[in-house]
Nanobody, 123 residues
Framework: QVQLVESGGGSVQAGGSLRLSCAAS????????MGWFRQSPGKEREGVAT???????RYADSVRGRFTISKDNAKNTLYLQMNSLKPEDTGMYYC?????????????????WGQGTQVTVSS
């Protein structure tokens, strides 16, 4: 029933930008806590950003000041704007929905997950 579909990933050089999208169906984005996570081979899944209202968000230290999470409620879509990308930002990025913990960056708190979109940053 609930589907989260990520898009916008790709390959970019260091210093470049990408915008990831997460289109939701069977689920209303606006009233719920949403998050972005990423995972690299051999490493644990890392919480990147989370929000409920566009005016408030929580970010991992590694991305704060470079990434911005937002919602377009009319489109029922979550976004992650990524600027000043670094090679260490490389990984599979996942959209997550409906956290039981407000502004949680732990993956165990989210009920729904997308299939991911690959981001590769080269130097």
């Amino acid at each position: 029933q609930v589907q989260l579909v990520e898009s916008g990933g790709g390959s970019v050089q260091a210093g470049g930008s990408l915008r990831l999208s997460c289109a939701a169906s069977g689920f209303t984005v606006s009233p719920n806590y949403m998050g972005w996570f990423r995972q690299s081979p051999g490493k644990e899944r890392e919480g990147v950003a989370t929000t409920r209202n566009n005016g408030r968000a929580r970010y991992a230290d590694s991305v704060r000041g470079r990434f911005t999470i937002s919602k377009d409620n009319a489109k029922n879509t979550l976004y992650l704007q990524m600027n000043s990308l670094k090679p260490e930002d490389t990984g599979m990025y996942y959209c997550a929905a409906d956290s039981i913990v407000p502004y949680g960056l732990g993956g165990t708190w989210y009920k729904y997950w997308g299939q991911g979109t690959q981001v590769t940053v080269s130097s």
